[in-house]
Protein backbone atom coordinates (compact mmCIF):
# COMPACT_ATOMS: atom_id res chain seq x y z
CA UNK A 1 0.00 0.00 0.00
CA UNK A 2 1.40 3.50 -0.86
CA UNK A 3 -1.25 5.88 1.73
CA UNK A 4 0.29 8.50 0.86
CA UNK A 5 -1.21 8.55 -2.37
CA UNK A 6 -4.36 6.65 -1.93
CA UNK A 7 -6.95 5.83 0.52
CA UNK A 8 -6.68 2.30 1.57
CA UNK A 9 -9.90 0.21 1.34
CA UNK A 10 -11.66 -3.14 3.27
CA UNK A 11 -14.92 -4.21 1.73
CA UNK A 12 -16.93 -6.76 2.67
CA UNK A 13 -19.12 -8.88 0.11
CA UNK A 14 -22.04 -10.09 1.81
CA UNK A 15 -23.36 -12.19 -1.48
CA UNK A 16 -26.09 -13.87 -1.07
CA UNK A 17 -25.55 -14.33 2.53
CA UNK A 18 -28.27 -13.25 5.69
CA UNK A 19 -31.31 -11.86 6.50
CA UNK A 20 -31.97 -8.19 7.67
CA UNK A 21 -31.86 -9.40 11.34
CA UNK A 22 -28.98 -11.37 10.41
CA UNK A 23 -27.09 -8.05 9.04
CA UNK A 24 -28.12 -6.05 11.97
CA UNK A 25 -26.38 -8.04 14.34
CA UNK A 26 -23.49 -8.85 12.12
CA UNK A 27 -22.84 -4.98 11.94
CA UNK A 28 -23.88 -4.26 15.41
CA UNK A 29 -21.14 -6.78 16.59
CA UNK A 30 -18.39 -5.37 13.64
CA UNK A 31 -18.63 -1.64 14.75
CA UNK A 32 -16.83 -1.65 17.84
CA UNK A 33 -14.03 -4.03 16.12
CA UNK A 34 -13.52 -1.94 13.79
CA UNK A 35 -14.17 1.43 15.22
CA UNK A 36 -10.23 2.54 15.13
CA UNK A 37 -9.61 1.66 11.54
CA UNK A 38 -7.20 3.84 9.57
CA UNK A 39 -8.61 2.67 6.13
CA UNK A 40 -12.32 2.92 4.79
CA UNK A 41 -14.53 0.37 6.12
CA UNK A 42 -17.54 -0.96 3.73
CA UNK A 43 -19.95 -3.67 3.94
CA UNK A 44 -21.77 -4.29 0.28
CA UNK A 45 -24.86 -6.57 1.37
CA UNK A 46 -27.98 -7.99 -0.88
CA UNK A 47 -30.56 -5.37 -1.70
CA UNK A 48 -32.95 -6.93 0.99
CA UNK A 49 -30.61 -5.85 3.90
CA UNK A 50 -29.60 -2.72 2.81
CA UNK A 51 -32.17 -0.71 4.74
CA UNK A 52 -31.06 -2.74 7.83
CA UNK A 53 -27.83 -2.34 7.22
CA UNK A 54 -27.53 1.25 6.64
CA UNK A 55 -29.54 1.62 9.72
CA UNK A 56 -26.92 -0.50 11.63
CA UNK A 57 -24.37 1.39 10.28
CA UNK A 58 -25.57 4.54 11.42
CA UNK A 59 -23.08 6.95 13.82
CA UNK A 60 -20.16 4.39 12.97
CA UNK A 61 -17.52 4.57 10.46
CA UNK A 62 -19.08 1.50 8.39
CA UNK A 63 -20.18 2.81 4.97
CA UNK A 64 -23.21 0.34 3.12
CA UNK A 65 -22.76 -0.52 -0.26
CA UNK A 66 -24.62 -2.68 -2.70
CA UNK A 67 -23.73 -5.78 -4.82
CA UNK A 68 -25.24 -4.31 -8.22
CA UNK A 69 -26.71 -1.63 -9.93
CA UNK A 70 -28.46 -1.21 -13.31
CA UNK A 71 -27.81 1.33 -16.45
CA UNK A 72 -31.05 2.36 -16.77
CA UNK A 73 -32.85 4.89 -14.65
CA UNK A 74 -36.54 2.94 -14.76
CA UNK A 75 -38.34 0.27 -17.08
CA UNK A 76 -38.59 -3.02 -17.76
CA UNK A 77 -36.01 -4.77 -16.02
CA UNK A 78 -37.33 -7.80 -13.65
CA UNK A 79 -35.12 -8.32 -10.86
CA UNK A 80 -32.68 -4.84 -11.42
CA UNK A 81 -32.40 -1.99 -8.86
CA UNK A 82 -31.70 1.72 -9.82
CA UNK A 83 -29.29 3.92 -9.03
CA UNK A 84 -31.92 6.21 -7.95
CA UNK A 85 -33.63 3.26 -5.90
CA UNK A 86 -29.99 3.18 -3.64
CA UNK A 87 -29.48 6.48 -3.40
CA UNK A 88 -32.65 7.20 -1.56
CA UNK A 89 -31.80 3.78 0.17
CA UNK A 90 -28.82 5.13 1.76
CA UNK A 91 -26.00 3.13 -0.16
CA UNK A 92 -22.36 5.15 -1.20
CA UNK A 93 -20.66 2.30 -2.75
CA UNK A 94 -21.02 -0.25 -5.23
CA UNK A 95 -20.00 -3.56 -6.58
CA UNK A 96 -19.90 -3.88 -10.65
CA UNK A 97 -18.99 -6.60 -12.90
CA UNK A 98 -18.10 -9.31 -10.09
CA UNK A 99 -17.16 -12.74 -11.68
CA UNK A 100 -20.07 -14.00 -9.99
CA UNK A 101 -22.20 -11.93 -12.55
CA UNK A 102 -20.13 -12.14 -15.50
CA UNK A 103 -20.22 -15.98 -15.11
CA UNK A 104 -23.76 -17.02 -14.09
CA UNK A 105 -25.94 -13.65 -15.24
CA UNK A 106 -24.57 -12.53 -18.18
CA UNK A 107 -22.71 -9.71 -17.54
CA UNK A 108 -20.13 -8.34 -19.81
CA UNK A 109 -17.61 -5.82 -20.40
CA UNK A 110 -20.23 -3.82 -21.76
CA UNK A 111 -22.73 -4.07 -19.63
CA UNK A 112 -20.09 -3.55 -16.50
CA UNK A 113 -19.03 -0.39 -18.88
CA UNK A 114 -22.67 1.05 -18.68
CA UNK A 115 -23.17 0.22 -15.07
CA UNK A 116 -20.09 2.17 -14.29
CA UNK A 117 -21.28 4.87 -15.72
CA UNK A 118 -24.83 4.98 -14.25
CA UNK A 119 -23.05 5.04 -10.80
CA UNK A 120 -20.69 7.08 -11.34
CA UNK A 121 -23.07 9.67 -12.61
CA UNK A 122 -25.90 9.36 -9.36
CA UNK A 123 -22.78 10.34 -7.09
CA UNK A 124 -21.75 6.62 -6.30
CA UNK A 125 -18.12 4.88 -5.60
CA UNK A 126 -17.95 2.02 -8.35
CA UNK A 127 -15.75 -0.93 -6.84
CA UNK A 128 -15.58 -2.75 -10.55
CA UNK A 129 -14.04 -6.16 -10.84
CA UNK A 130 -11.89 -7.79 -13.11
CA UNK A 131 -10.32 -11.08 -13.16
CA UNK A 132 -8.69 -13.75 -15.15
CA UNK A 133 -9.63 -17.57 -15.16
CA UNK A 134 -7.36 -20.57 -14.39
CA UNK A 135 -7.33 -21.48 -18.44
CA UNK A 136 -6.42 -17.97 -19.48
CA UNK A 137 -3.69 -17.64 -16.69
CA UNK A 138 -2.33 -20.70 -17.93
CA UNK A 139 -2.39 -19.65 -21.32
CA UNK A 140 -0.40 -16.12 -20.42
CA UNK A 141 -3.18 -14.31 -21.22
CA UNK A 142 -3.69 -12.34 -17.34
CA UNK A 143 -2.07 -8.98 -18.06
CA UNK A 144 -3.70 -9.16 -21.86
CA UNK A 145 -6.90 -9.54 -20.07
CA UNK A 146 -6.66 -7.28 -16.62
CA UNK A 147 -5.58 -4.54 -19.06
CA UNK A 148 -8.72 -4.81 -21.22
CA UNK A 149 -11.17 -5.67 -18.98
CA UNK A 150 -10.06 -2.36 -16.85
CA UNK A 151 -9.99 0.25 -19.90
CA UNK A 152 -13.37 -1.58 -20.73
CA UNK A 153 -15.00 -1.11 -17.10
CA UNK A 154 -13.30 2.39 -17.88
CA UNK A 155 -14.16 3.74 -21.20
CA UNK A 156 -16.06 7.28 -21.35
CA UNK A 157 -15.32 7.49 -17.72
CA UNK A 158 -13.27 11.14 -17.19
CA UNK A 159 -10.52 11.93 -15.00
CA UNK A 160 -12.48 13.36 -12.66
CA UNK A 161 -15.01 10.51 -12.20
CA UNK A 162 -12.14 8.07 -11.89
CA UNK A 163 -11.61 9.75 -8.08
CA UNK A 164 -14.74 7.46 -7.50
CA UNK A 165 -13.41 3.89 -8.65
CA UNK A 166 -11.85 1.11 -6.96
CA UNK A 167 -10.73 -1.56 -9.38
CA UNK A 168 -10.75 -5.13 -7.46
CA UNK A 169 -8.45 -7.76 -9.07
CA UNK A 170 -10.37 -10.75 -8.15
CA UNK A 171 -8.86 -13.80 -10.01
CA UNK A 172 -11.54 -16.27 -10.85
CA UNK A 173 -9.65 -19.14 -10.00
CA UNK A 174 -9.33 -18.15 -6.13
CA UNK A 175 -13.04 -16.69 -5.57
CA UNK A 176 -15.00 -19.08 -3.37
CA UNK A 177 -12.46 -21.47 -3.86
CA UNK A 178 -9.89 -21.61 -1.08
CA UNK A 179 -7.10 -20.86 -3.14
CA UNK A 180 -6.07 -17.82 -3.07
CA UNK A 181 -3.56 -16.16 -5.34
CA UNK A 182 0.43 -15.61 -3.52
CA UNK A 183 0.98 -12.06 -2.57
CA UNK A 184 3.75 -11.78 -5.41
CA UNK A 185 0.74 -12.53 -7.90
CA UNK A 186 -1.79 -10.30 -6.46
CA UNK A 187 0.85 -7.41 -6.28
CA UNK A 188 1.75 -8.45 -10.02
CA UNK A 189 -2.47 -8.58 -10.84
CA UNK A 190 -2.62 -5.17 -9.34
CA UNK A 191 0.06 -3.65 -11.25
CA UNK A 192 -1.29 -4.50 -14.70
CA UNK A 193 -4.57 -3.00 -13.46
CA UNK A 194 -2.51 -0.19 -12.45
CA UNK A 195 -0.39 0.13 -15.78
CA UNK A 196 -4.28 -0.03 -18.05
CA UNK A 197 -5.04 2.89 -16.18
CA UNK A 198 -1.94 4.58 -16.79
CA UNK A 199 -2.07 3.93 -20.33
CA UNK A 200 -5.20 5.86 -20.37
CA UNK A 201 -4.89 8.54 -17.63
CA UNK A 202 -1.50 9.03 -17.34
CA UNK A 203 1.13 7.64 -14.35
CA UNK A 204 0.53 10.18 -12.16
CA UNK A 205 -3.17 10.01 -11.94
CA UNK A 206 -3.09 5.62 -12.30
CA UNK A 207 -1.13 6.00 -8.74
CA UNK A 208 -3.67 7.66 -7.11
CA UNK A 209 -6.14 4.86 -8.05
CA UNK A 210 -7.07 2.67 -5.17
CA UNK A 211 -6.52 -1.40 -6.55
CA UNK A 212 -8.11 -3.64 -4.41
CA UNK A 213 -7.42 -7.53 -4.05
CA UNK A 214 -9.90 -10.10 -3.90
CA UNK A 215 -10.05 -13.87 -3.92
CA UNK A 216 -10.00 -15.24 -1.05
CA UNK A 217 -8.12 -12.37 1.34
CA UNK A 218 -8.44 -13.81 5.20
CA UNK A 219 -7.45 -13.12 8.44
CA UNK A 220 -4.66 -15.47 8.06
CA UNK A 221 -2.98 -13.95 4.66
CA UNK A 222 -4.41 -10.36 4.87
CA UNK A 223 -1.02 -9.17 6.51
CA UNK A 224 1.33 -10.68 3.60
CA UNK A 225 -1.71 -9.75 0.71
CA UNK A 226 -1.47 -6.08 2.02
CA UNK A 227 2.07 -5.50 2.51
CA UNK A 228 2.35 -5.18 -1.42
CA UNK A 229 2.90 -2.43 -2.57
CA UNK A 230 0.07 -2.04 -5.80
CA UNK A 231 -2.69 -3.60 -3.12
CA UNK A 232 -4.58 -1.07 -1.66
CA UNK A 233 -6.79 -3.36 0.31
CA UNK A 234 -9.52 -5.92 -0.08
CA UNK A 235 -12.87 -7.27 -1.43
CA UNK A 236 -13.40 -9.98 0.79
CA UNK A 237 -16.06 -12.32 0.74
CA UNK A 238 -16.20 -15.26 3.27
CA UNK A 239 -14.40 -13.62 5.80
CA UNK A 240 -16.49 -10.67 6.03
CA UNK A 241 -19.57 -12.42 7.12
CA UNK A 242 -17.40 -13.29 10.56
CA UNK A 243 -16.95 -9.79 12.33
CA UNK A 244 -13.37 -11.00 14.23
CA UNK A 245 -11.97 -12.19 10.97
CA UNK A 246 -13.52 -9.26 9.30
CA UNK A 247 -11.78 -6.90 12.03
CA UNK A 248 -8.12 -8.51 11.74
CA UNK A 249 -8.29 -7.80 8.14
CA UNK A 250 -9.36 -3.95 8.52
CA UNK A 251 -6.67 -3.88 11.06
CA UNK A 252 -4.12 -5.30 8.81
CA UNK A 253 -5.07 -2.26 6.22
CA UNK A 254 -4.58 -0.14 9.11
CA UNK A 255 -1.57 -0.25 9.61
Request: with cysteine; proline share 2%; hydrophobic share 45%.
Given at each position: ???????????G??????????????I????P???????????C???????????????????????????????????E?S?????E????????????????????D?T????T??A?????????????????????????????????????V????????????????????????T?????????F????????????????????Y??S???????????????????I?????????????V?????
Amino acid sequence: MKKDLRRAVIAGNWKMNKTPSEAKALIEEMKPLVADAKCDVVLCVPFIDIPAAVEAAKGSNIKIGAENIHFKASGAYTGEVSADMLKEAGVEYVVIGHSERRQYFGETDQTVNLRTLAALNAGFKAIVCVGETLEQRELGYTETLLKYQTKMALTNVTAEQLKNVIIAYEPVWAIGTGVTATADQADEGNGFVRAAIAESYGADVAETVTVQYGGSMNAKNADELLSKVNVDGGLIGGASLKAEDFAIIVKAASK
